[in-house]
């Protein structure tokens, strides 16, 4: 609708069509429901279609308004009886017929969250899904504001009303009324609204339904001969989310089609299939509904769901108008603003999300962003002035949220001076191409000021207006850059603006004279929606003002619907005429206390409206005041009053005054004495000539004389303790001292005349006195009084004895001090050398005591000396005599050990501690096997430890003592158990060897180590031919040895022979070696057939048997002739043959084969291979 009629034929259509379908509308009234108030915008009504079954109408008319795209569209039509929706925008429109369906869902009931055909009418979800067509454009396009209940309600319906296990919505349950494939259908467009995910279940197991139904041939449930189930089926793909449906039941039991295109059972088959040879589609008979859906709706749902386009529509690009630019020089940047905002989405389910700008015209997209405009500068780098002038096609594409594209494209035509002015039909600051919205009959501003020239020094000369829209544009209606004009019919009209420069860059005959025909031009057009007047609306505020008092009347309150601006008349004088002033706010002075009325009548030129105003005036009163001096004031000494009350317009004729009720007075300046101090009430009460009064209070001091304070103190200075006698020589007139307090630096007080009193601590203390006298009236004076320190008296204590490494403890020690106050530290000197060691004390008033308590490390006769000191430097000190013996090392062997003969037996190590913390130690271990050695000491702070080691050569339990001796001669010993287990030989028999029959041969010889080295050995060996084992010879020393036999073999074959050695405690140790007696025949090859046959992951080996052979070795390699690795040893079989199992396909095996005969082996067989590979199935 906001499109130009010359430019495309459809818009009058469209705009007749808008402003036919509003007269449809009718408003009514949304009361809060129990989920919660409809009324969003607090209007006080809903909109809805006034005609029957609007639940079903609604949700088409939202779609409509929403697909115009102009949401700040103002209606221009309306019923008679509904003229409120006349002058609202659309989207003023599509929130009130959303708050209807809110008000119109069901809120109670087993029928909560549907809409059926009226509203709060129950549920079917025929007219529950086009409650969902409507709403989700309105929120998601418009903007309009949906309560969450109403998604939440939803739910619950869609919850009733589909089947859990088979996956169909029902009509109003779980059972479809005509078959339950329109209304599955119809129940997801209802999930699409609640912004139900395509692989959410429930949308699944609808889905799922719906494919069952794909090929049902006959009935309501023939989903593809039923046109209401394919529109629905055509609706719910494509709102699904987030994005539309293609492959319908992707995720379903059933298997998933093209529900579209597929070329044998899609929609767009099915219906072309159906087509009539007119071009119509019939409804097929026998199926519910047949009679309400006549061909002309069957038709329309056929073409909709072939026209993809309909519901799939592409965005539409405006890249703007075309332009004369000039290129930017240095110093002189000519940035230009490509506008796009033209570009819309007629689909009102999507919104264009990327514009994408080409200036240059290389086909390649320079910027890409979501703002729909873009600056850019055409250097002169880039377009030099000799290539002047150049034509560049800039492209617009824009891509909405389906990922849908389209471009546009507008000319940018480079070019040196001149350049044509750049015409902005306005209004100012907005966007290009915005339009005006008028009053009808009222005088509108047009402002092309945004226009303006690229020419340095070049201007605009001329602005005029094409403002008749009669005929070729002629611009000959207004001229100015600013106009003001009336449009006397209601519409939405072209107008445009055209714009000249002075033409001084285009002197074409080159006689410095700016001609006509020299003058640049450009022109633009926007369009101007002319509504119907409406009146507008006084409103005068009510005041109260006092008289005399200037004040400004006050008219902001009025407003014009239009927004046109208002003329204020006012009639100040109640006469009926509004001829008094002019303005918003006049002001006015009333010189009478009274009632007044003042009248307003407001005009937007045409219409105008009154209201009138009711001013309270109040009288002004006096204001009281007064002043005195002095104060404060002595008592018995006058004070003197002056009055500073003031009144206006009225005089003040009389004065009252109060001087706390001790008397009065009527003079205007009066005086008043005050016989005793204190403080009082003066009031001043004023009346002026109209009757009025005012009264002012105000506090007057009268003060007191007072006593003087006045002591003496001997002696001068004293000593802490002492008492010091205080006496008073204070002096009062006329009155006499009745009290008197006394402070001593806070440490005391007295109310005594003449007191006494002892300072707990030496120091400079500030006495003071105060004295009352009998009036109450006080004086201090103070004085510092010097006091000296006393030193503290101490005792030590008793002298003590003690053993070294016991606590020594004070008595405790005690002092006096006469300094009751002072506080003190303490030292102790234990004298063994430690120096003085800070005490604890613990003190009262002038007494205490110091505890303390020390270990003595070494015995000898130590004096102890305990200082006390005082916070002022006082010292006392006293000593007293500790007594200490000696004492020895407490000894810790450690834990018992187990270990092998021959191995070393260390202390864990062995532990002590000790009091004597100066003592020194050593330290000795008995092994218990006959061997002593010393320890090694390691000791600090009163306790050390010994550590040693010892290898024992036999087994046995052995008793290990350790000793430690201090410096003093003190000893402590302690013992543990160490159990020395026997090993057995390790015998090595030597390398295998190999001989012939009735030949000798010896051992290497055989060798043993043992760890136990004070054994002793003997040996045999077994030569593995039957003849048992034999004594050997036997050679040893310490820990080692050699063992010597020969032997000679009688028959050829393979020998184990085995050597053992024991020592003298039973220890047995063994080992073996191999001895190939040849019997005079070579090895042969027996097998020569060896074949390999590849399975998957596995190879069988198969070859003829030997004769006599008793057994098979198989060889493996990865390598064409080895090494071979033995895989199975002895085998033996028949028919011979051996499966290879758990190999790698597509890695070659090498095999080879030899016979056993008789113990001995025979050479390899050939080499055989093959491969694993994976099994393939043949294609017939």
Request: net charge negative.
């Amino acid at each position: 609708p906001e499109g130009d009629p010359s430019e495309d034929p459809y818009v009058t259509t469209v705009r007749d069509g808008l402003d036919y379908m509003f007269t449809t509308l009718s408003t009514e009234s949304i009361p809060v429901q129990t989920s919660g108030d409809p009324d969003i915008n607090g209007n006080g009504y809903g909109i809805r279609v006034n005609e029957g079954s609007y639940p079903y109408q609604g949700g088409m008319v939202i779609d409509m308004i929403i697909g115009s795209g102009t949401p700040l569209r103002y209606v221009r039509t309306s019923h008679n009886s509904y003229q409120v929706i006349r002058g609202q925008r659309y989207a003023d429109i599509v929130q009130d017929m959303a708050e209807s369906y809110i008000y119109g869902q069901q809120d109670s009931g087993s029928t909560l969250g549907g809409w059926r055909y009226g509203w709060n009418g129950g549920n079917d979800n025929s007219a529950a899904q086009w409650a969902a067509i409507g709403l989700i454009p309105a929120e998601r396009i418009f903007g309009a504001q949906i309560p969450s209940w109403v998604y939440t309600n939803n739910l619950t319906i869609l919850a009733n009303t589909q089947d859990q296990r088979y996956g169909q919505l029902g009509y109003t349950g779980t059972a479809g009324t005509w078959g339950d494939a329109s209304t599955t259908a119809s129940g997801m467009v209802m999930m699409a609204m609640d912004d139900f995910d395509r692989e959410d279940g429930r949308w699944i197991k609808a889905a799922n339904r719906l494919r069952q139904h794909w090929d049902t041939p006959s009935g309501n449930d023939s989903l593809r001969n039923n046109y209401y189930a394919m529109f629905a089926t055509s609706k719910a793909m494509r709102l699904a989310n987030p994005s539309r449906i293609e492959q319908m039941c992707l995720g379903c039991a059933e298997t998933s089609i093209d529900w579209y295109g597929d070329e044998t059972v899609g929609l767009a088959r099915s219906i072309m299939d159906q087509q009539l040879a007119d071009g119509h589609w019939v409804h097929p008979s026998g199926l519910s509904g047949t009679g309400y859906w006549q061909y002309g709706l069957t038709t329309a749902w056929a073409t909709l769901i072939l026209t993809r386009e309909l519901f799939e529509v592409a965005p539409v690009a405006d890249a703007g108008r075309d332009r004369v630019w000039g290129i930017s020089r240095v110093g002189d940047p000519r940035p230009l603003t490509l506008v796009g905002s033209g570009s819309f989405h007629p689909d009102p389910f999507r919104t264009i999300v990327l514009y994408e700008w080409d200036v240059d015209g290389d086909g390649l997209f320079d910027t890409s962003s979501t703002d729909p405009n873009t600056v850019t500068e055409y250097l002169e780098a880039d377009y030099p002035v000799p290539t002047l002038p150049r034509s560049i096609t800039v492209t617009l594409r824009v891509t909405d949220d389906a990922g849908k594209t389209d471009t546009d494209t507008a000319v940018i035509l480079l070019a040196e001076p001149p350049h044509p002015p750049i015409a902005d039909a306005g209004p100012p600051g907005t966007p290009p191409g915005t339009g005006y919205t008028c009053t009808l009959g009222i005088p509108c501003v047009l402002d092309a000021s945004d226009s303006f020239e690229i020419d340095p020094t070049d201007f605009i000369a001329r602005w005029e207006w094409e403002l008749d829209g009669v005929g070729i544009p002629d611009f000959d209606e207004a001229t100015g850059e600013v106009i003001s004009y009336t449009f006397n019919t209601e519409g939405t009209f072209n107008i445009g603006v055209r714009v000249w420069d002075d033409g001084r860059f285009n002197d074409l005959n080159g006689d410095d004279v700016v001609d006509e025909n020299e003058r640049l031009s450009d022109q633009e057009f926007t369009t101007v929606d002319v509504e119907p007047n409406l009146p507008p609306v006084a409103v005068a505020a009510d005041m109260t003002v006092e008289e005399g008092q200037t004040f400004n009347h006050d008219g902001s309150g009025s407003s014009d619907p239009n927004g046109d601006p208002l003329t204020y008349a006012w009639d100040l004088d109640n006469d009926g005429n509004y001829d008094n002033a002019t303005g918003v706010a006049p002001s006015q002075v009333f010189p009478a206390d009274g009632v007044y009325t003042v009248g307003l009548q407001v005009s937007d030129s045409l219409l105008t409206d009154e209201t009138t105003a009711t001013i309270t005036v109040t009288d002004r009163g006096p204001t009281a005041a007064f002043d005195w001096a002095p104060e404060p004031q002595e008592e018995g000494t006058a004070v003197s009053f002056g009055d500073l009350s003031t009144s206006s317009p009225d005089t003040i004729v009389a004065w009252a005054w109060d001087f706390d009720g001790l008397g009065a007075s009527s003079d205007q300046h009066p005086s008043f004495t005050f016989d005793d101090d204190g403080t009082y009430t003066v009031t001043l009460t004023v009346t002026d000539s109209d009757g009025s009064v005012d009264s002012v209070s105000h506090d007057v001091t009268i003060t007191d004389r007072a006593p003087t304070a006045a002591f003496t103190w001997a002696p001068e200075p004293s000593v802490e303790g002492s008492p010091v006698a205080f006496t008073d020589t204070s002096t009062s007139s006329p009155d006499a001292i009745v009290s008197w307090a006394w402070d001593f630096a806070g440490l005391g007080s007295s109310a005594a005349q003449n007191p006494s009193f002892a300072f707990p601590d030496n120091g400079v203390y500030t006495v003071s006195l105060t004295v009352t006298d009998d009036d109450g009236s006080t004086n201090t004076t103070t004085h510092d009084v010097t006091v000296l320190n006393a030193n503290p008296v101490v005792n030590a204590g008793l002298d003590q004895t003690t053993g070294e490494g016991s606590t020594v403890s004070l008595d405790p020690a005690t002092f006096t001090d006469a300094g009751t106050a002072d506080t003190h530290t303490a030292t102790v000197d234990w004298g063994d050398g430690s120096g003085p060691q800070a005490a604890t004390v613990n003190q009262g008033a002038g007494s205490g005591s110091v505890p303390g308590s020390h270990v003595y490390t070494d015995g000898g006769v130590y004096t102890v000396t305990v200082t006390v000191t005082d916070d002022d430097g006082g010292v006392g000190s006293d000593t007293m005599i500790v007594t200490v013996g000696n004492a020895g090392a407490q000894v810790d062997a450690g834990p018992d050990q187990t270990i092998n003969e021959g191995e070393t037996a260390s202390l864990a190590p062995a532990t002590f501690t000790y009091i004597g913390l100066t003592d020194t130690h050593t330290a000795t271990i008995n092994w218990g096997d006959g061997m002593t050695s010393a320890g090694t000491v390691s000791e600090a702070g009163g306790s050390g430890s010994v550590s040693g080691s010892h290898t024992y050569v036999d087994d046995g339990v052995y008793t290990v003592t350790v000793t430690v001796t201090d410096d003093d001669g003190g000893v402590g010993s302690d013992s543990l158990t160490v159990t020395v287990l026997n090993l057995p030989p390790v015998v090595e028999a030597g390398p295998d060897q190999s001989t012939s029959e009735n030949t000798t041969i010896s051992l290497a010889p055989a060798t043993f180590t043992d760890a136990g080295t004070a054994d002793t050995h003997t040996a045999t060996v077994d030569w593995g031919d039957g003849s048992g084992p034999q004594p050997a010879a036997v050679t040893q020393g310490s820990g080692s040895g050699t063992v010597a036999s020969s032997h000679a073999y009688t028959t050829g074959g393979t020998y184990t022979v085995t050597v053992t050695v024991t020592d003298d405690d039973g220890g047995v140790g063994i080992d073996t070696l191999t001895v190939n007696v040849d019997g005079g025949n070579p090895p042969e090859q027996t097998i020569f057939d060896l074949i390999a046959r590849a399975k998957p992951e596995k190879i069988d080996l198969v070859w003829a048997p030997v004769n006599g052979a008793d057994a098979y070795n198989v060889y493996r390699s990865t390598t064409a002739g080895g090494p071979y690795a033995l895989i199975a040893a002895g085998h033996t079989c028949t028919y011979c043959a051996f499966a290879d199992s758990g190999l790698t396909n597509g890695v070659t095996y090498f095999y080879v084969v030899t016979s056993i005969t008789g113990g001995q082996e025979s050479l390899s067989s050939n080499e055989a291979s093959a491969t694993p590979q994976v099994t393939t199935r043949r294609r017939r």
